[in-house]
Nanobody, 123 residues
Framework: QVQLAESGGGLVQAGDSLRLSCAAS????????VGWFRQAPGKEREFVAA????????NYADSVKGRFTISRDFAKSTVYLQMNSLKPEDTAVYYC????????????????WGQGTQVTVSL
């Protein structure tokens, strides 16, 4: 089992930055990929970014490329999502997830999920 705990969400204005953190615990040795997804009200959960647990490869949704950066601190078992130039359309609950595949983009590819953290971007 892997437990994931997100933090860092909040209310910001358009153009601001936020950094989300995802602390992993448990049997992280079985984890190969860590991802961030988001879900806005009335919409399906969508892929945002992913990184291999070793940190060698990353993948981003087109909507966040150039604005968001995913990274990890292996020693702290923590994955970060740095979000810059935030837009109102980035408003959603952001979920951290982990699974046995590298930089996967589908919800079904991931096994473990955090509880989510709310990000709200106002005009």
């Amino acid at each position: 089992q892997v437990q994931l705990a997100e933090s860092g969400g909040g209310l910001v204005q358009a153009g601001d930055s936020l950094r989300l953190s995802c602390a992993a615990s448990g049997r992280t040795g079985s984890t190969y990929g860590v991802g961030w997804f988001r879900q806005a009200p009335g919409k399906e959960r969508e892929f945002v970014a992913a990184i291999t647990w070793t940190g060698g490869n990353t993948n981003y949704a087109d909507s966040v490329k150039g604005r968001f950066t995913i990274s990890r601190d292996f020693a702290k078992s923590t994955v970060y999502l740095q979000m810059n130039s935030l837009k109102p359309e980035d408003t959603a609950v952001y979920y951290c997830t982990a699974g046995p595949l590298n930089i996967a983009t589908r919800v079904a590819d991931y096994k473990y999920w955090g509880q989510g953290t709310q990000v709200t971007v106002s005009l």
